[in-house]
């Protein structure tokens, strides 16, 4: 964990966040260097003012630690909560702008009292590593836990554990996440779609690129698909043992009877029942309806920002499980193990792993044919880059560095780059489609699920449609896989089997997608004429 320490009143605050913009590697955004300045001088100005003293000498340690930045804002003397007013009735005037402003911003803020001082804790950054880390050490955890079970205890003893703690665990995680996932995709849809016609987000420029990215989504899934038949050809039902607690397969899959169904009898049914074909019409259409009833549903609109801001924040503590599940999953697997069940999430990692040079290789096509340029400098230069996607796996924790990149490097127009990056990263999951679709396949073979022409067209139609349709929050991933395998008849539960491989799998998913969102930049900067091809075509 890297520190730098200052004091207030002596150093500036301006100088206190900038000085994180000095690592290249990790750089805050405008906003957020904006929303620290601001939130370092209002915290400091109560805590001085609630501690009587105006010019309060205050030490300031900003702390950097698995891409996660954060403050500290130490002062000795009598305790002072600055944040215990934010739930108190404001009347003075003066103080409404630093109390919303606070309030606004209530979680990124702590406070505690420690060795005799006040301690106020600034969120600046979230990079995502701490997951990362957690995922990593229960990794460990488990395959130690699980070999100790194997060679030290009776396997009476482990069986019990499985039985009776680690199925509680994952049946309580399917559960929550089962819950969650069609209120999210409504909400998300819903909300979507009525910002989208306030923002005029949608306009010709953003049409096109939506276009594109169906496109390269759609190519890869279905080289997806082709790579899991390759993999997956062999009969896989003798480890159907294995996923004996994830529910069974559903059986007499039909796409004419999923579109004949497409509407519900009534509102509670999609809901209760997880006919996620059904909530994705009801969000759609209700979408639609809000927009064309105008300012008449400004109340509705509020109501569903809520709905799915609520949804995501609950999507945020049952992903906080997903470690635990790892741990167990992997104790299980060690346990379990055997040649056949490590060769076959071997052959998923090793698709996510070639999965890179494949989707280089149709983003190598779409440029050469779409764009009409030579795709050389786009391979060397996001071949060099890749490796902090790689490093990081968060294609928004890296975003700053992805502008920088392919305005300098590509040639891209900034103002084009601020548009296309950001509003892009939903968008381009290009990574997501192989981290769905090889489980998938794999599960289709253990289930004996028949691999025909509407098995592959409704697995290619459902990963498209759920993967565009899910927002990007930690866990992401989990949510797809689980959606995709509940719409084509495959065990749900089966999904914890594969968190095991997550955080490798994530690695190569993030720089699949952000490749795949900077290409989308360029050729939409081509296209528009934003294109600087000197700067491109410079090596």
Same mark, same amino acid.
């Given at each position: ?5 200052? +004091? ?10 900038? %000085? ?36 309060? *000498? ?15 804002? *130490? ?42 001082? @006040? ?19 229960? &990794? ?39 819950? &969650?996932?069609? $209120? ?6 819903? *909300?979507?779609?009525? @910002? ?18 169906? =496109? ?21 039902? +003798? ?18 009877? !999923?579109?004949?169904?497409?509407? $519900?009898? @009534? ?57 635990? =599940? ?32 494949? %989707?280089?290789?149709?983003? #190598? ?26 490093? =990081? ?53 253990? %289930? ?25 929050? $930690? ?5 797809? !896989?689980?959606?995709?395998? #509940? ?26 997608? =952000?490749?795949?969102?900077? %290409? ?20």
């Amino acid at each position: 964990m890297k520190k730098k320490v200052f +004091h207030l009143p002596q150093d500036s605050i301006s100088d206190i966040v900038g %000085c994180v913009n000095e690592n290249k590697n990790q750089t805050l955004t405008k906003e957020e260097l904006l929303r620290g300045e601001l939130l370092v001088e209002e915290t400091y100005l109560r805590l001085a003012k609630g501690m009587n003293t105006p010019d309060l *000498s205050a030490t300031v340690t900003v702390k950097k630690r698995f891409g996660d930045i954060n403050l500290e804002i *130490s002062a000795r003397g009598e305790a002072v909560n600055p944040l215990m007013s934010l739930s108190e009735w404001i009347e003075d005037e003066s103080d409404l702008f630093s109390a919303n402003l606070l309030k606004a911003n209530r979680h990124l803020l702590g406070y505690s009292r420690r060795n005799g001082e @006040n301690v106020v804790f600034i969120k600046l950054h979230e990079g995502g590593g701490q997951q990362i880390f957690r995922m990593v050490v229960s &990794m460990v955890l488990g395959v130690v836990f699980g070999f100790i079970m194997r060679t030290m205890v009776p396997t009476e003893a482990f069986l019990w554990i499985e039985e009776n703690l680690a199925s509680f665990v994952t049946t309580v995680f399917m559960h929550a996440l089962t819950m &969650m996932v069609p $209120p999210l995709i409504f909400s998300a849809i819903v *909300s979507g779609i009525t @910002n989208m016609s306030e923002t005029a987000d949608l306009g010709r420029i953003g049409a096109r690129l939506l276009g594109q990215s169906t =496109v390269l989504m759609f190519c890869t899934a279905v080289l997806s698909v082709g790579l899991g038949y390759l993999f997956f050809g062999e009969d896989l039902s +003798h480890l159907a043992v294995l996923f004996k607690g994830g529910g069974n397969a559903a059986g007499g899959f039909s796409m004419k009877e !999923m579109f004949f169904n497409i509407v $519900p009898e @009534n509102l509670v049914d999609p809901f209760r029942g997880g006919n996620l074909m059904q909530v994705l019409f009801l969000s759609i259409f209700f979408g639609i309806v809000l927009n064309r009833m105008g300012e008449k549903a400004h109340l509705a609109r509020e109501l569903i920002d809520f709905i799915n801001n609520f949804c995501l924040s609950i999507m945020g503590i049952v992903t906080r499980m997903i470690p635990l =599940v790892v741990f167990f999953s992997i104790a299980g697997l060690v346990f379990h193990t055997d040649i056949s069940v490590l060769l076959a999430l071997g052959k998923v990692i090793f698709g996510q792993i070639i999965s890179v040079p494949i %989707c280089f290789g149709v983003y #190598a096509v779409f440029i050469a044919v779409y764009g009409k340029l030579s795709p050389m400098p786009f391979l060397r230069k996001m071949a060099a880059f890749s490796l902090l996607p790689f490093a =990081v796996c968060s294609s928004n924790g890296i975003l700053p560095q992805t502008l920088k990149f392919v305005t300098k490097k590509l040639g891209v127009a900034g103002s084009m780059a601020s548009f296309s990056l950001p509003l892009g990263i939903p968008l381009h999951k290009v990574g997501s489609c192989f981290v769905v679709i090889l489980p998938a396949m794999m599960m289709a073979r253990v %289930c004996n699920t028949p691999m025909d022409g509407e098995f592959f067209l409704s697995l290619i139609f459902f990963t498209l449609l759920i993967l565009l349709t899910v927002p990007t929050v $930690p866990g992401a991933d989990v949510i797809a !896989m689980s959606s995709v395998f #509940a719409a084509v008849g495959l065990p749900v539960g089966a999904v914890t089997f594969f968190l095991c491989v997550n955080p490798v799998v994530d690695m190569f998913c993030t720089v699949d997608n =952000v490749a795949c969102n900077v %290409c989308s930049s360029v050729l939409l900067a081509r296209k528009e004429g934003s294109l600087d091809e000197g700067v491109y075509k410079r090596m």
